[in-house]
């Protein structure tokens, strides 16, 4: 964690039991305890637990990182009841606008202080019991799902076989470093809209930065959760969303041509409205991140190469699509499932005795070993031009022949040419919030020629462990690091039809 993030938080620690002094010295005054002790920062919540005779401990809790803005809350509104404020309203009053309520109840003849003898004689009505519980449970949950895990659900094939639609997962926040929230006002345990509307569950009144706390990178071969890197901008209708992104539209609905694309649908906002949103606020993706910064990625035949090494064992349970010859005239599915672990949805008939499935390469190896099949050959993707960077250039690449790519690293410095400008355009562009264009073969950052770029973070490349039916960093490219949320750790529920009592608290590999 850098030291510029530490002495962030502690400022607005800081400033959280500072901003409220001035009208915590009238407080004081009339409780009898000298003026000057409200201004001093941490002594006076010290003299306020003092005052309220609660566990001074509470002061010490301050100090620890994010936990501690919300104890100090906590401490004003236990003092406010000794002014004889017990209302939901004044409690809240003091909780979240301390430094505009305690000037007015310093100032005011009605707030008498009464002590802790005369809070005490107070008892709360049934109802403010099960709402202060509630509310202790919200924030407590936020705390643990913004910087120590969250659940997600797998909702597509993608990762077959690794995780399954319906597999419920934790994911850790701790693994790559918690990551601070970009748009804080946000409606708790909601992602992006309000649900059952299209409206949007967040505020972007403040923003802040990209803050990672105890920052570590990405690893080669994690499954990682991520905000959808081409997700900033999207169709906000049915079918559309990330299912079929905006920039993805675009290039189909214009023929190629983007500029006519992007004209189409912006000129029709009622049928296809727009919605842009903030980095955390993008539809989460998960994948395998086969490629880290600085690496040289390219798919043959596709097996996966980095920096010129074969990467056949990761995944280890990859989904491929094959053609099966057979003399079989019925494939029983339930004999594909418990021999070759192959799920009948991925099974199409061609004709008697061929067939095309998704399989992994040892139910492959399995199938042929065991005779049922004669003839098992993979299915290549030879359509091009239809995966990132979507340019004339590069338009040779496909989804099984793709690359060879490099891999942004932080503080690397990129000389610029004509052929590598789409590749690299986007996240110059977007994702380090750069003006950027090429211009008669010629490159202007922010106004100035430049010749070459140095990038300011780490990027990664994601891949599908269902390579064959994934969207992944082949067909929208590199996944900057401020988009990374968390590690994929634990299976903690499973379902189809039922539980998939087999895979309950299996670790995610």
């Given at each position: 964690?850098?030291?510029?993030?530490?002495?962030?938080?502690?400022?607005?620690?800081?400033?959280?039991?500072?901003?409220?002094?001035?009208g915590l010295a009238k407080m004081f005054k009339k409780a009898g305890v000298e003026s000057w002790k409200a201004y001093v920062p941490f002594y006076n919540t010290w003299v306020m637990q003092d005052l309220a005779n609660r566990p001074k401990h509470w002061v010490f809790w301050q100090f620890i990182p994010v936990v501690g803005w919300f104890i100090s809350p906590g401490i004003f509104i236990e003092f406010v009841k000794l002014f004889g404020k017990f209302g939901l309203g004044s409690h809240t009053l003091a909780a979240l606008f301390a430094p505009f309520y305690f000037p007015y109840l310093g100032s005011s003849n009605d707030a008498r202080y009464i002590g802790p003898e005369g809070a005490k004689r107070y008892k709360k009505p049934s109802w403010r019991e099960w709402v202060d519980a509630a509310i202790f449970a919200i924030v407590a949950a936020t705390l643990i799902r913004t910087f120590v895990f969250e659940a997600y659900t797998i909702p597509s094939e993608s990762m077959e076989k690794t995780l399954l639609v319906n597999d419920f997962l934790f994911?850790?926040?701790?693994?790559?470093?918690p990551r601070i929230p970009n748009t804080p006002l946000s409606i708790p345990f909601v992602h992006n809209y309000i649900p059952g509307t299209n409206k949007k569950s967040y505020s972007e009144l403040i923003k802040l930065p990209y803050i990672r706390w105890w920052a570590s990178p990405v690893k080669r071969g994690d499954v990682v959760v991520f905000n959808f890197p081409a997700g900033d901008t999207v169709i906000n209708r049915p079918g559309f969303q990330s299912e079929r992104p905006y920039y993805t539209m675009m290039r189909v609905w214009g023929q190629g041509n983007e500029a006519l694309g992007r004209q189409l649908i912006?000129?029709?906002?009622?049928?296809?409205?727009?919605?842009?949103?903030p980095v955390d606020k993008t539809d989460n993706y998960i994948k395998r991140c086969v490629g880290?910064?600085?690496?040289?990625?390219?798919?043959?035949?596709?097996?996966?190469?980095?920096?010129?090494?074969?990467?056949?064992?990761?995944?280890p349970k990859s989904l491929y699509r094959y053609q099966v010859a057979t003399s079989a005239t019925f494939l029983d599915p339930d004999v594909l499932k418990e021999e070759y672990d192959i799920d009948v949805k991925h099974v199409d008939t061609v004709q008697a005795?061929?067939?095309?499935?998704?399989?992994?390469?040892?139910?492959?190896?399995?199938?042929?070993?065991?005779?049922?099949?004669?003839?098992?050959?993979?299915?290549?993707?030879?359509?091009?031009?239809?995966?990132?960077?979507?340019?004339?250039?590069?338009?040779?690449?496909?989804?099984?022949?793709?690359g060879p790519i490099w891999i942004p690293k932080k503080g690397a410095t990129l000389t610029l040419t004509p052929e590598n400008y789409k590749i690299y355009e986007r996240a110059i562009r977007v994702y380090e919030n750069n003006e950027f264009e090429m211009r008669n073969g010629q490159f202007f950052l922010n106004g100035e020629r430049v010749d070459n770029y140095t990038f300011r973070m780490d990027y990664y490349w994601m891949m599908g462990d269902n390579r064959g039916g994934s969207q992944d960093s082949r067909i929208w490219g590199f996944v900057p690091e401020d988009r990374i949320v968390g590690k994929a750790w634990l299976i903690w529920f499973s379902w189809e039809g039922g539980p998939r009592w087999n895979r309950l608290f299996k670790t995610v590999k």
């Open positions: 964690m850098p030291l510029s993030h530490i002495l962030i938080v502690y400022l607005i620690s800081v400033l959280i039991v500072f901003l409220p002094s001035f994911v850790s926040k701790f693994s790559y470093g912006l000129s029709n906002p009622r049928d296809y409205p727009i919605v842009v949103h880290v910064a600085g690496d040289t990625l390219e798919v043959k035949d596709h097996i996966v190469y980095i920096n010129g090494t074969q990467q056949e064992k990761v995944p005795g061929l067939y095309r499935m998704s399989m992994t390469s040892e139910a492959r190896e399995r199938m042929l070993k065991n005779g049922l099949a004669s003839a098992i050959d993979l299915i290549r993707d030879e359509s091009s031009g239809g995966v990132f960077p979507y340019d004339t250039y590069h338009s040779r690449w496909t989804i099984d022949n793709y």
